[in-house]
């Protein structure tokens, strides 16, 4: 079982999860919103694999997915496709400066009015920086990984999921699906494999706004950065 969030690599890791399926018949489970007070009881006793990724390039990240559409900065950003709650914050996003932008994006990712799912009914989704916040790290069973680690072993960690007679398609699946690969096919919100672009993009009042509210994770998982 693979748990993940939006921007921790969701469409990386669901396309080889359904090329695996649709090609070679074999499927896994995931979750792309998975908040951790919902999973069943006895699976949180199971060997499961949490992926998760630098909250400082989440909210990099979110932030251009959300506020880019076709015709702006020629870029595509997040389809808008059941999803009203975007299209309204996008139109905020496009109208004021970069350092307001993102901040009003951290707090979109965090809001409990972020999402509400339409199909097969309507309920809403836990935002996700409340997901990878709410999360118990202290789960032995479901082991979490930095989506930074996850990208550059990728190999290694899904064979994992798939018995080794699926190995040989594993590996050409997962090339054919590498970020350079969706960069190049679909030109919209991919923004690449390099990792901590935050560094050399964020604002410094945003940076000290993450470290401060996103500390938790970022001083487990990411004191080394």
């Known amino acids: 079982m693979i748990y993940t969030h939006h921007k921790c690599g969701t469409n990386y890791i669901g396309s080889i999860i359904h090329q695996m399926g649709v090609e070679h018949g074999v499927s896994i489970p995931w979750d792309s919103n998975a908040c951790y ?49 975007l299209r309204a914050h996008r139109l905020k996003l496009q109208n004021v400066s970069l350092e307001e932008g993102l901040y009003m994006d951290m707090m979109f990712i965090e809001s409990p ?4 799912t339409i199909l097969p009914y309507r309920k809403r989704v836990q935002p996700p920086m409340t997901q990878i916040l709410t999360w118990d790290y202290d789960n032995t069973y479901i082991e979490t990984l930095r989506m930074e680690d996850w990208v550059e072993n990728t190999h290694e960690y899904m064979k994992r999921e798939y018995d080794e007679e699926h190995h040989d398609a594993l590996e050409k699946v997962i090339t054919n699906n590498s970020f350079e690969s969706l960069q190049s096919s679909k030109p919209h919100h991919y923004r690449g ?33």
């Not at 069943?40 to 006793?45: A, I, L, M, Q, V």
């Open 113 to 116: 009015n972020w999402m509400t």
């Open 37 to 85: 007070r919902k999973i069943p009881h006895e699976r949180k006793s199971q060997p499961g694999l949490h992926i998760i990724r630098d909250p400082r390039d989440i909210v990099l990240s979110s932030y251009h997915s959300h506020i880019n559409d076709e015709d702006y900065n020629g870029i595509k950003g997040h389809p808008l496709t059941n999803w009203p709650e």
């Open 193 to 225: 494999r390099k990792k901590y672009k935050w560094k050399t993009e964020l604002p410094e009042s945003i940076i000290d706004l993450c470290n401060l509210r996103y500390c938790r994770v970022i001083e487990r998982f990411y004191s080394d950065v």
